[in-house]
């Protein structure tokens, strides 16, 4: 499976995006999907993540702001982004739960005035 990320761009905070993650394979046979990040200088951190019955799990510090969500018929993940601060600033990236998919590109989310 390939994932490919996009979505992102520059947003003032408190602002809004939703991030798409394609997969050249079907996501069906796949279990847990996730969104991680990677900020300039930190380790790549999952924020959210989703089996395949849809139920979700958040890291605390995007908790009521970012909602994940997937459309195995597709094989499609997305990412809800609200109330958007500077500190969510990072390239996001999808994978499975275990991040052992081939790492895709990305997509840059940059939150600034």
């Known amino acids: 499976v390939q994932l490919q990320a996009s979505g992102g761009g520059l947003v003032q905070p408190g602002g809004s995006l939703r991030l798409s993650c394609a997969a050249s394979?079907?996501?069906?046979?796949?279990?847990?999907m996730a969104w991680y990040r990677q900020a300039p200088g930190k380790r790549r951190e999952l924020v959210a993540l989703i089996d395949r019955r849809g139920t979700t799990e958040y890291v605390d510090s995007v908790k009521g702001r970012f909602t994940i969500s997937r459309d195995n018929a597709k094989n499609m993940v997305y990412l809800q982004m609200n109330s958007l601060k500077p500190g969510d600033t990072a390239v996001y990236f999808c994978?499975?739960?275990?991040?052992?998919?081939?790492w895709g590109q990305g997509t840059q989310v940059t939150v600034s005035s």
């Open positions: 994978n499975n739960m275990l991040g052992t998919l081939a």
């Open positions: 394979g079907s996501l069906y046979s796949l279990d847990a």
